[in-house]
């Protein structure tokens, strides 16, 4: 249904002309698909456009740059002037002008008495539609009209995406669409204010890759910045038009070796000229940019307690010299470099600093009322603490919620926080330098992003949105949806949040419906599989190796994801190619890169300890892994000539600790001499779901470890896999033949026989059943004999005994999921029934979590933020069928995947849910421990926290439980929990990372 969805939204977009994403259309490409339409070109002439010399100049920008746009896409160059009493205009122009500011858009209005009134007084509101008689001479123009400076800038945009230009069009290289014609509708386009008023990005951790890129690009080796800073004003120029492209508005600048007021006098002006709102992070407050600005200029310790007079001087110059601009002043106080303040901090001192912050902002700007001054107070860490310990600010002061740096937010405002003057916001990231380090591409989704940050719109937390971006790229796509979620949230939903993704493509890359349709399934397996557990995070032997085919399973997916992705990005022309690289095929190539060196290494390492002849093509399969992760480094710096080289110099394998390694290096391999043969003979057999290796000794055989019995396969009739293998590998450089004969006529082998040497040093064996039917209810068993015959070497057999378990027969009239091998493995979205209670219901969140998706409770307004008794909520239910509990002891648990969301809310509400088999007492799951203030929770930091692993494993015994046809109910206790997976261990469930794949379904 979903993915008919996404086609029909793009195919609407092909019919209509828009190569805009998410916008209203009212721009077409010829004349005949709508009623009434206007020139912009036609027959290569382009109508003016005309301006007021009174508007802002940020809107003169805008302007310009909308002209060129038009260039672009149609190749017609209109003309551009300002508009005076004397002038004389003809022809059919586009006026372009602010209300209120322009006297001629005040001109325009009274000419025609088009009604402003919807957008009159309005944040960055705009409306643009045909007029009649607007000047003199002039029959019709089409007017584009905002309530204040944005507005109009945010208009001018809108039509310029709308018409084929893409935000991205230098940072990324999209072209321009080309079309020979152009027009709009006559009733146009307009938009009321914004989700969220303030929607910004932060630069932030910009060493080495973008910092090194912006002093290549922007400087001639020098800079005038005291830091040698590259962050000039040629670099924040272009950033500028990016942001308001998106329609982002507010700014947090690079900060780590920078100040954005001193690195550049022109930084500041210009930022208020193009019509961005300046800030400064979480750890700057009241517009310095500390602490490189205190060590320049400050005088003293960074210590409240014995250096106030000091710290409010360096505050107030810093104030006195944003006075001009707009901005949104961080206020409060953290310790040097983004860390807590001193064991000495307390309330009192604290609430002291923002009232002296308060008196400097008065003092400042006079007869300005503090609270019409925007000021943010970042609730990050163990400031958070602070405010839960009882601290206050004034009403008027923002209140700025963080995530916890992995893209769960902490805390969003209780139903008594929510009538504050100031409002709340959120920060959130895409990126993340300290403790657990993640900074690779793809690895936030924007569906796990719409879950979070909608939920933030449901709590109405916005006034203030910003988005850690690290180096902007490789972070396109992440950062214009959250902007445009922040512009205009009643637009995507749970059921359309991915069509996102496919009219994004369609602008992009100028392809077809069905292509933005794959596109939407590489992107959103790319950000899976990464999301899984971040790529820095990941180790040689997160996936396992042995169990549920999961370490293959993942390499095969992402090689299915790579010619996906290479596919398309061949069939492209050359002037697509590059955008395409940047944003999809290289995220894709390293992505996969990574995975395979690591998954690599680990069966390597696996390989030498069963003493296996292929170790040592896996330890040089994994060094051309290693080198050609830096291969596709160098393929993105030399692309279009080296326009963005540095752009990925951040190091990323071999972390030891959270600060980022100083070069790459290559998790530790394994060879064995190729020369020598292994003491226990020619021939390696090892069955699958062991470490273990025959003939000779190995620890993973037996618990003795030595004179272990003959290695076993089980293979269970409702097996996801159908089928179990045995490996037959060369144990040194003897060649030789080998044959697999059963001493039962019911088993299948799929190579009977074989042969293995130095080149070819591995072949896997299946072994199925040929026909369940024949076989009796229980346990089969055959013997395989695996016989090697070497010239050089004696005959050498082991045997391999292969079990095939035939449970009781199901009843004819069951439907739901069946045990195997031990186990039901349910993913949460395929439920049996879906039963809501008052308007309240589970949905699926496609495209999230570790394995398919997740499924919350929608909606999670404040007309639906309720709480529900256990087992009386919204619910789901899976019928399964069981053949066993664990050790014949009745009991079975089952293990429910949560993602690892905060409560986010009143303490006596934490986030649950409820457990229910059969209709038995209903089990209440608080499956998040409640931090200390500004803190986090036991099981959640750590290189196996549930934050580190993307999901908190919720378990749930059950006893008295016999063979047979099941019901598990799950019910929403509270709204926000997100569940992934479900797992039933009836006595077979092994290790693994992602949990056993989903279970045969009986429909």
């Not at 710096?637 to 394998?653: S, Y």
């Not at 019910?971 to 006595?987: C, F």
């Amino acid at each position: 249904m979903l993915r008919a969805l996404i086609l029909a939204t793009v195919a609407c977009a092909l019919l209509t002309g828009v190569d805009a994403v998410g916008q209203a259309s009212c721009v077409a490409f010829d004349s005949s698909g709508a009623s009434s339409t206007f020139p912009v070109v036609t027959k290569n002439k382009a109508s003016p456009i005309l301006t007021g010399s009174d508007d802002w100049p940020g809107v003169h920008l805008a302007a310009a740059n909308f002209a060129a746009d038009i260039q672009r896409v149609t190749g017609a160059k209109t003309s551009l002037s300002n508009f005076t009493a004397s002038a004389h205009a003809s022809g059919t122009p586009i006026i372009v002008g602010t209300l209120g500011k322009s006297s001629l858009i005040s001109q325009v209005v009274n000419a025609t008495q088009l009604d402003v009134s919807g957008i009159q007084g309005k944040w960055e509101s705009f409306i643009a539609k045909e007029v009649a008689n607007p000047l003199p001479g002039v029959s019709k123009a089409y007017v584009i009209i905002g309530a204040d400076k944005r507005g109009t800038i945010f208009a001018l945009y809108d039509h310029s995406e709308q018409f084929g230009v893409s935000p991205w069009y230098w940072w990324a290289d999209v072209p321009a669409a080309k079309h020979s014609e152009l027009y709009v509708t006559s009733s146009g386009c307009s938009h009321g204010s914004p989700t969220v008023k303030y929607r910004g990005i932060f630069i932030n951790d910009e060493q080495p890759a973008l910092q090194n890129w912006a002093m290549e690009k922007f400087t001639n080796g020098t800079t005038g910045s005291p830091l040698n800073s590259p962050f000039n004003h040629f670099f924040y120029t272009n950033l500028f038009e990016l942001m308001l492209r998106m329609k982002a508005n507010y700014l947090w600048p690079a900060m780590w070796g920078s100040a954005f007021a001193v690195d550049d006098v022109q930084n500041q002006y210009l930022a208020d000229l193009y019509g961005i709102v300046m800030g400064t992070s979480h750890q700057e407050p009241m517009m310095r940019s500390t602490p490189n600005e205190f060590n320049l200029y400050g005088s003293g310790k960074w210590d409240y307690t014995t250096n106030a007079d000091n710290i409010k001087d360096y505050w107030l110059k810093g104030t006195q010299r944003a006075k001009n601009f707009e901005s949104v002043y961080t206020v409060g106080m953290r310790g040097f470099g983004d860390l807590p303040m001193s064991e000495e901090t307390n309330i009192q001192l604290l609430e002291q600093v923002i009232a002296d912050q308060t008196d400097i902002l008065k003092s400042v700007y006079g007869d300005q009322a503090a609270e019409e001054i925007p000021q943010i107070w970042a609730l990050y860490k163990e400031v958070e603490g602070y405010y839960d310990a009882g601290m206050t600010v004034p009403d008027y002061v923002t209140l700025l919620w963080s995530d916890d740096n992995w893209g769960n937010i902490r805390r969003l405002p209780l139903e008594s926080e929510r009538g504050r003057s100031g409002g709340a916001g959120v920060y959130y990231h895409v990126d993340y330098v300290r403790l657990l380090t993640w900074e690779l591409q793809g690895l936030v989704s924007n569906t796990c992003i719409y879950e979070q940050m909608s939920l933030a719109v449901d709590r109405d937390a916005t006034r203030l949105w910003i988005l850690n971006v690290g180096d902007l790229k490789p972070y396109e796509r992440e950062t214009e949806f959250f902007i445009n979620l922040g512009w205009n949230a009643t637009r995507w939903t749970v059921d359309n949040v991915e069509s996102y993704v496919a009219s994004w493509a369609q602008r992009e890359f100028g392809v077809s419906a069905s292509v933005a349709d794959t596109v939407v399934d590489i992107v959103g397996n790319l950000t899976r599989y990464n999301s899984r557990r971040k790529p820095e995070l990941l180790n040689t032997t997160t996936y396992s190796l042995i169990n549920y085919r999961e370490a293959e399973t993942v390499l095969a997916d992402w090689d299915t994801l790579k010619a996906a992705s290479t596919k398309i990005y061949n069939s492209l022309s050359s002037s697509y190619k590059p955008a395409f690289f940047q944003l999809v095929q290289h995220p894709v190539l390293a992505s996969a890169n990574v995975a395979n060196l690591l998954v690599t290494v680990g069966l390597n390492n696996l390989r030498a300890s069963q003493a296996r002849l292929s170790t040592n093509d896996l330890a040089d399969k994994a060094v051309e892994y290693f080198e050609g992760d830096f291969d596709l480094e160098t393929q993105y710096h030399q692309l279009l000539d080296g326009k963005w080289d540095h752009m990925m110099d951040q190091t990323h394998l071999g972390y030891y600790y959270w600060q980022q390694p100083m070069t790459n290096s290559m998790p530790a391999v394994n060879r064995v001499q190729a020369k020598k043969q292994a003491l226990a003979g020619v021939m390696r057999i090892v069955p699958e779901g062991t470490n273990g290796a025959w003939p000779g000794d190995n620890p993973y055989q037996c618990a003795q470890g030595y004179n272990c019995p003959p290695p076993t396969v089980t293979l269970d009739s409702y097996s996801p896999f159908g089928n179990g293998y045995v490996d037959v590998g060369a144990g040194g450089p003897a060649p030789f033949t080998f044959t697999a004969t059963s001493s039962a006529s019911w088993v299948s082998i799929s190579t009977p026989q074989g042969s293995i040497s130095p080149s070819n040093p591995e072949q896997r064996v299946y072994l199925s059943v040929k026909d369940w039917n024949a076989l009796a209810v229980g346990t089969n068993t055959a013997t395989i004999t695996f016989k090697a015959t070497s010239a050089k070497y004696s005959p050498l057999s082991v045997v391999v005994t292969f079990n095939a378990n035939k449970p009781a027969d199901i009843p004819g009239d069951f439907k739901g999921f069946v045990e195997g091998s031990g186990v039901i493995s349910i993913e949460a979205a395929h439920a049996t029934r879906n039963n809501a209670v008052n308007g309240v219901a589970w949905k699926e969140i496609p495209g999230y979590g570790r394995t398919v998706s997740g499924v919350t409770t929608f909606p999670r307004d404040e007309a639906h933020d309720v709480s529900f008794s256990a087992g009386t909520g919204p619910s789901l239910e899976y019928d399964f069928y069981s053949f066993n509990t664990i050790s014949n002891s009745g009991n079975v648990t089952a293990t429910i995947y949560v993602s690892p969301s905060w409560n986010a809310g009143e303490d006596s509400r934490p986030l649950a849910f409820a457990v229910q088999l059969d209709g038995g007492a209903a089990q209440t799951k608080q499956f998040f421990p409640n931090p200390a203030p500004g803190g986090v929770p036991g099981g959640w930091d750590g290189n196996d926290g549930f934050v580190a692993n993307s999901i908190i494993s919720v378990t749930a015994p059950f006893t008295g439980i016999s063979a047979g046809k099941h019901t598990l109910k799950i019910s929403a206790i509270e709204p926000a929990v997100v569940i992934q997976k479900i797992v039933i261990n009836t006595g077979g469930l092994l290790p693994s990372y992602l949990g056993p794949p989903q279970s045969v379904l009986i429909k």
